[in-house]
């Protein structure tokens, strides 16, 4: 599988952005798919996963009400929209996807095989 994700880009706080995961070589059934971020010199950290039945979504405390993950299979593609984007929610965001990612593990990094390259959100105050 490979994945790419785009969208990111310069916003106001208070902006909304789509970000996208298009997935690759194979189709994301099965696969449970998550966004993690990294801030500058800050550590890669969980923002929000879909199970890989599609009928759970999760989320990072401080993006719930904010983000929303959702998913086109015909597209077989992940979206990321957030809205009320805050400038602590500037980071790299990178999508990922696993076939072995259970609910204990849907924060873990290491539960997923494939990662895309990150896109950019840059919030400004």
């Known amino acids: 599988v490979q994945l790419q994700a785009f969208g990111g880009g310069l916003v106001q706080a208070g902006d909304s952005l789509r970000l996208s995961c298009v997935a690759s070589g194979r189709t994301l059934s099965g696969y449970a798919v998550a966004w993690f971020r990294q801030a500058p010199g800050k550590e890669r950290e969980f923002v929000a996963a879909?199970?890989?039945?599609?009928?759970?979504?999760y989320y990072e405390e401080s993006v719930k009400g904010r983000f929303t993950i959702s998913a086109d299979n015909a597209k077989n593609t992940t979206y990321l929209q957030m809205n009320g984007l805050k400038p602590e929610d500037t980071a790299v965001y990178y999508c990922?996807?696993?076939?072995?990612?259970?609910?204990?593990?849907?924060?873990?990094?290491?539960?997923?095989?494939?990662w895309g390259k990150g896109t950019l959100v840059t919030v400004s105050s």
């Open positions: 990922a996807a696993g076939r072995g990612v259970i609910t204990s593990s849907t924060r873990n990094s290491e539960a997923y095989d494939y």
């Open positions: 879909r199970s890989r039945s599609g009928g759970y979504t």
